[in-house]
């Protein structure tokens, strides 16, 4: 077996994480390939302007590219030089048939595999990389081996990265979690792929287990993180109606060693590719085998997540004289977080449209995600799209802060009150504003569970 490395997939999960282990297996030549060419290009654009942006990802790219990290459109190529596979494939929730709105959409991911099946040449072990309902490897087995001329072990390796975070979340795991057959040739395959991340991973943080519970404990994991954003979103509800603070309950709540800090931030909800299409699949996963109490209460972390993006919008309507209509309202922020460009279920699009629906004057700016929402709500009307924050508040009679991007803080804030409407209303959702300095400036602010 060589040592030689493909990711099917030259997204989010693919670019980044291969970008990571070429650099820290300088000996393993790293291919990523994906049938969309343009992607492709710009994961090779001589400025570096990649696909996506993430912190530190242009520096490791610079170090490698060329060298032992390869883009590419060539999949028939790549894995046929290639003995290590790994899906890093999109597999969006299913909007169409059996499970829509909740299962996961494989056509992709079967795709793949059944081009990988077509192109081997010779043994493989292909690593699950993309989130996956439980029992996912035993469909890819099954697709893989059935009248296969070669062997083909599946194993799971969710990724558990963090966007914004992504490459230190990569050079410095919690841990790495790898599932797979539990007989002589599967282990053999498991310490192939251990062996890739012990490179700079302690062993101690190198996990392995059977593949269904590697697949399950990926959403379990994300499915928890996503009940506590809601929790905590909950409780911000009941501290505006009560005069409680959100943030020093949860300062208090957080200094329980039971329960930890992380992820009880008030804000506008979760975004991004995993966690609702996670706790979905963990639903349909729930429905499927008869436990519907369990499936109604992860509904129900959804269900607060949208609630909570119809409160901003409430409580804008009631502190704005009960009319949102022709007013200017500029969103800072479309990100779902910061230090990332993506805008996949991003709380913003729904504010933003639930806006657009009360006809108001919509100006949205970020400085990294424009594009991305520009897209998104190519169907709405009269969005302005202004990456100048000072020249995006001009006449407008709110600024509702979407996203914690970190120099909004550091804004002239006198300057953007001399410029708006009057009177001058600050939504900060994220909390991340001085909001006492914000009001001795003239401006009316609101946050999230205050």
């Given at each position: ?6 990711c099917i997939g030259a997204g ?257 909800g979760f975004g991004g590719s ?177």
């Amino acid at each position: 077996m060589n040592k030689n490395i493909v990711c099917i997939g030259a997204g989010y999960i693919g670019g980044p994480t291969m970008a990571v282990i070429a650099k820290m297996n300088p000996d393993r030549k790293v291919l990523v390939v994906d049938i969309n060419k343009d992607r492709i290009s710009a994961w090779n654009s001589p400025d570096y302007a990649l696909p996506i942006y993430e912190p530190g990802l242009v520096d490791v790219v610079k170090e490698v590219r060329g060298k032992n990290l390869f883009f590419s459109t060539d999949i028939k190529g790549a894995v046929k030089e290639c003995d290590i596979v790994f899906v890093g494939v999109n597999t969006p929730t299913k909007m169409f048939g059996r499970g829509a709105g909740r299962a996961s959409d494989l056509q992709y991911w079967e795709a793949t595999a059944r081009d990988i099946k077509e192109y081997a040449d010779g043994d493989k072990i292909v690593i699950e990389k993309s989130t996956l309902p439980v029992r996912t490897a035993a469909a890819m087995d099954a697709i893989l081996n059935t009248h296969a001329k070669y062997r083909f072990t599946v194993l799971s390796n969710p990724e558990f990265l963090a966007e914004g975070t992504a490459i230190k979340d990569l050079l410095e795991p919690d841990r790495v979690l790898i599932g797979g057959p539990q007989d002589d040739v599967g282990i053999a395959a498991i310490n192939e792929a251990v062996d890739i991340y012990a490179s700079w991973v302690p062993r101690d943080r190198i996990l392995t287990t059977n593949v269904w519970s590697a697949e399950l404990t990926k959403l379990a994991a994300n499915a928890f993180l996503a009940q506590r954003v809601s929790s905590i979103n909950a409780i911000a509800g009941l501290c505006e109606a009560t005069g409680a603070d959100v943030d020093e309950v949860a300062r208090v709540i957080g200094a329980d060693r039971r329960i930890g800090p992380k992820f009880l931030k008030a804000g506008p909800g979760f975004g991004g590719s995993c966690f609702k299409k996670d706790v979905l699949n963990l639903v349909y996963l729930c429905e499927t085998f008869g436990l519907h109490t369990a499936a109604e209460y992860w509904i129900g972390v959804i269900k607060m997540n949208e609630h909570q993006q119809e409160r901003i919008v409430s409580r804008l309507f009631r502190e704005m004289f009960n009319t949102l209509a022709n007013k200017k309202i500029a969103l800072f922020g479309f990100a779902f977080k910061a230090d990332t460009g993506d805008t996949r279920e991003t709380p913003a699009g729904k504010v933003a449209r639930l806006l657009a629906d009360e006809h108001v004057r919509l100006v949205i700016t970020d400085p990294k995600a424009l594009v991305n929402a520009r897209r998104d709500l190519a169907d709405l009307d009269g969005v302005s799209y202004i990456e100048d924050e000072y020249k995006a508040v001009e006449s407008a009679d709110a600024v509702v802060v979407m996203t914690d991007w970190r120099h909004y803080p550091a804004l002239d804030w006198r300057r953007i009150y001399g410029a708006m409407r009057k009177p001058a209303l600050v939504f900060d959702t994220r909390n991340c504003l001085d909001a006492a300095a914000l009001r001795k400036i003239g401006f009316k602010v609101l946050n999230i569970g205050k």
